[in-house]
T-cell receptor, first 115, second 114 residues
């Protein structure tokens, strides 16, 4: 079946602009996660959704970052007034959640470059 | 979540078994061991997970020591396409509300040589 999809695959923006990154989870998965991978920083957790609510936003680095999820499916990560240090690959994952096996499956990521 | 220790890099000859170790000496009784890998420029790929029994699937085998303080991921016949960073992660599974976030370490870069 279809896996997690993300769009766009690449995004180049100028410093100070806002960007929106989209994630389509696996159908039927109630849990959705955002991570980012910066050069030399490794993978870090940003936010977790269970349905449309976000019980854990502890990884969002600043108030310029926000995310929402509608209809228990698609999620959008928004970065306002982008900075060069926001350049990274943003990864989305989803999991069934609530079952014995809560394996997270990742999308291909969106590579964000802030000039 | 408990921390893990993995070698920074390993080499393996194509066609041979690749054995990737992971130490997790502070693991708790309700924490699972998960393995993911990341091939260059792709998202992490789930491989296998286990609690205390050894596990095997179509990709790999997971051997967990009796005291659960370490584990080994085994790729039985490594190919060039198995060259990737392999992450060992320990985590508690919480259902219905609490976060199940993954905490990634630096992983092991496995280089399969022709």
């Amino acid at each position: 079946g279809a896996g997690v999809s993300q769009s766009p695959s690449n995004k180049v923006t100028e410093k100070g602009k806002d960007v929106e990154l989209r994630c389509d989870p696996i159908s039927g998965h109630t849990a959705l996660y955002w991570y980012r991978q910066s050069l030399g920083q490794g993978l870090e957790f940003l936010i977790y959704f269970q349905g449309n609510s976000a019980p854990d936003k502890s990884g969002l680095p600043s108030d310029r970052f926000s995310a929402e999820r509608t209809g228990g499916s698609v999620s959008t990560l928004t970065i306002q007034r982008t900075q060069q240090e926001d350049s990274a690959v943003y990864l989305c994952a989803s999991s069934f959640s609530g079952a014995k096996d809560d394996t997270q499956y990742f999308g291909p990521g969106t590579r964000l470059t802030v000039l | 979540d408990a921390k893990t220790t993995q070698p920074t890099s390993m080499d393996c000859a194509e066609g041979r078994a690749a054995n990737l170790p992971c130490n997790h000496s502070t693991i708790s009784g309700n924490e699972y061991v998960y393995w993911y890998r990341q091939i260059h420029s792709q998202g992490p790929q789930y491989i296998i997970h286990g609690l205390k029994n050894n596990e095997t699937n179509e990709m790999a085998s997971l051997i967990i020591t009796e005291d659960r303080k370490s584990s080994t991921l085994i790729l039985p016949h490594a190919t060039l396409r198995d060259t990737a960073v392999y992450y060992c992660i320990v985590r508690v599974l919480n259902y219905g509300g609490a976060t199940n976030k993954l905490i990634f370490g630096t992983g092991t870069l496995l280089a399969v040589q022709p």
